[in-house]
């Protein structure tokens, strides 16, 4: 049935005011006319640090408690001063308030 279809189409007649819209080939077509969005930024090494330091530690913490895993004291010690040193540095980097912003919805767009 798809070859009959793509048959009945080959069969259309293209006008000549169709080919003032043509692209070149290498050109990729988008679903809408809106723009792709822009590169994500990158992460800085600090940042990334502190999300693993974060996440690890209290990933370790909670599989720790859950499959009951029989490790030396420390490294319990060493996962919540990850989790707290992770905190710590996210919260020292964060910006500073907006208070200087006259944008009373923080440019939220509904």
């Known amino acids: ?5 793509s048959e009945r189409v080959r069969r259309i ?3 000549p005011a169709a080919d003032a819209y043509a692209v070149p ?3 990729a077509m988008m679903a809408s006319n809106e723009s792709p969005d822009p590169p994500l930024p990158q992460v800085g090494a600090a940042t990334l640090a502190s999300w693993t330091m974060l996440v690890g530690g209290v990933g370790f913490l909670v599989l720790h408690t859950l499959l009951q ?3 030396p004291d420390y490294f319990g ?3 919540v001063i990850g989790v707290f040193g992770g905190i ?3 919260v020292a980097r964060m910006k500073p308030d907006r208070d ?3 944008d009373p919805d923080n ?3 509904v």
Do not use: C, H, N
């Not at 049935?1 to 279809?5: G, N, T």
């Open 107 to 109: 440019g939220a767009v």
């Open 69 to 71: 895993w029989q490790t």
């Open 25 to 27: 080939e290498d050109v």
């Open 13 to 15: 007649p293209v006008y």
């Open 77 to 79: 010690w060493l996962a």
């Open 88 to 90: 710590i540095s996210l």
């Open 1 to 5: 049935m798809a070859i009959e279809f």
């Open 100 to 102: 200087e912003y006259d």
